[in-house]
Every structure is written in structure tokens, then in C-alpha cells.
């Protein structure tokens, strides 16, 4: 079944406390996104990629770090979590970049930094 | 991307058909209407996409005005799997912007009764 996955689907965790949030796709997808969505703010963009080892910031794209080492996996990867990083996340690809893409999601990541 | 604007909120019995009004009184010549629904607990999900005709697919029927300054997602059958958030929006096909961000409204919840 073509998807996005994600894991951890819900992590609680401590300041400080390095974590990594995985982001594979089986759809040979070259664009990847990660979104975090927040009550109010709607989604927003964290990073992207165009395609194996090309990625980009996004709008608030503070505190975090991401890797595409394999055109499969795009990981999010937060050094030092804070509490202000509390917050649903989303991994999007697409079969390219574009406009006209449908982009598809994984089913989230909930993170609480405590 | 230029403004949408839709109800907050609809409600529909099952097995009904549901309408759901788009209104892009500013829509460009190069912007594509893009219907996106997120269920609950779950990531964003691509409906269906179009420029000027209507669109046929098997989750839905995007119908878009002749003036193209609104449009309407048509499901054909509510089932309760449908209750979710419908978000529409517009994609510039020849965007200057190389992130690609989708970038969502309030929406219209849509509630479906059994």
C-alpha cells in the first residue's frame, strides 16, 4: 500500500533530550515536507526536500535539523527539544515538486516536550 | 496564494450527497483549485484538484463556475467516514516559490449524521 509512515505516533519527552522523528514513503517520491500544526496557526512548514540531499528551510524551521540521505527517509531531528516544540507533526511527500502535486501525509507525530 | 473563503460548518445525513462551497472571488489565471480533508487524529488527505472543467474521481466531484471565482466539492454519498475537515485552496501552477508549502484555511467541518 503506497503511504507515508511515521514513528514515533506519540512521544513524551524532556527538555533537552535529543529525539528523531523517522519519515519513510514507499512511493519513490522525490519532494519531502515536514509540517507542524498547531491550534490557531494551521500548518506550517518546518523543512523540505527536493530531492536526495537537497533540502531547504521552511518557515520556522528553529530547533530542528533534517537529513535526505535516501530519497525514501526524511528524518526530523530535534538536538535539544523544548517545550515550545510541543506540537502535532506531519511529514508530507510528493511525486515531485510542484504546485500541482497532491502532496500525501503521514498520520502524525504528537510531541510533548515537558 | 490567493484568499478562499468557506463556510465554518456543514452538516449532512448519511447516504446524502454533500455540497461544499468554495468561494476565490481573486483567483488568478494560473491557479489550480485544490480540495484537501483531514479526518480526526489524522494527517491532511488530497481530495482533487482543477483548473477550469469539472473533476471526477473516486473520493469526489470538484464543479467549478464558468467565472471560476467559486467552486463546489461534491461528495455523492456521505458515509460517516467523511466527517472531517474539508479545506480549499489555491495553487499557483507557475508560483515563484520553490517550497511548495501547502498553506491551510479555517475550512468547513463537516458533520455527518447516521
Known amino acids: 500500500e503506497a503511504q507515508v509512515t511515521q514513528n514515533p505516533r506519540y512521544l513524551i519527552t524532556v527538555t533537552g533530550k535529543k529525539l528523531t522523528v523517522t519519515c519513510s514513503q514507499n512511493?519513490?517520491?522525490?519532494?519531502m515536507s515536514w509540517y507542524r500544526q498547531d491550534p490557531g496557526l494551521g500548518l506550517r512548514q518546518i523543512y523540505y526536500?527536493?530531492?536526495?540531499?537537497?533540502?531547504d528551510k521552511g518557515d520556522v524551521p528553529e530547533g530542528y535539523k533534517v537529513s535526505r540521505k535516501e530519497k525514501r527517509n526524511f528524518p526530523l531531528i530535534l538536538e535539544s527539544p523544548s517545550p515550545n516544540q510541543t506540537s502535532l507533526y506531519f511529514c508530507?511527500?510528493?511525486?515531485?515538486?510542484?504546485?500541482?502535486?497532491?502532496?500525501?501525509f503521514g498520520d502524525g507525530t504528537r510531541l510533548s516536550i515537558l | 496564494d490567493a484568499k478562499t473563503t468557506q463556510p465554518n460548518s456543514m452538516e449532512s445525513n448519511e447516504e446524502e450527497p454533500v455540497h461544499l462551497p468554495c468561494n476565490h472571488s481573486?483567483?488568478?489565471?494560473?491557479?489550480?483549485i485544490h480540495w484537501y480533508r483531514q479526518l480526526p487524529s489524522q494527517g491532511p488527505e488530497y481530495v482533487i484538484h482543477?483548473?477550469?472543467s469539472n473533476v471526477n474521481n473516486r473520493m469526489a466531484s470538484l464543479a467549478i463556475a464558468e467565472d471560476r471565482k467559486s467552486s463546489t466539492l461534491i461528495l455523492h454519498r456521505a458515509t460517516l467516514r467523511d466527517a472531517a475537515v474539508y479545506y480549499c485552496?489555491?495553487?499557483?501552477?507557475?508560483?515563484?516559490?520553490?517550497?511548495?508549502?501547502?498553506?491551510f484555511g479555517a475550512g468547513t467541518t463537516v458533520t455527518v449524521r447516521a
Open positions: 508530507a511527500s510528493s511525486l515531485m515538486a510542484g504546485t500541482n502535486q497532491p502532496q500525501h
Open positions: 512511493m519513490n517520491h522525490e519532494y
Open positions: 485552496i489555491l495553487r499557483d501552477v507557475f508560483s515563484m516559490s520553490n517550497d511548495y508549502k501547502l498553506s
Open positions: 526536500s527536493m530531492n536526495v540531499e537537497v533540502t
Open positions: 482543477g483548473l477550469t
Open positions: 481573486t483567483i488568478s489565471g494560473t491557479d489550480y
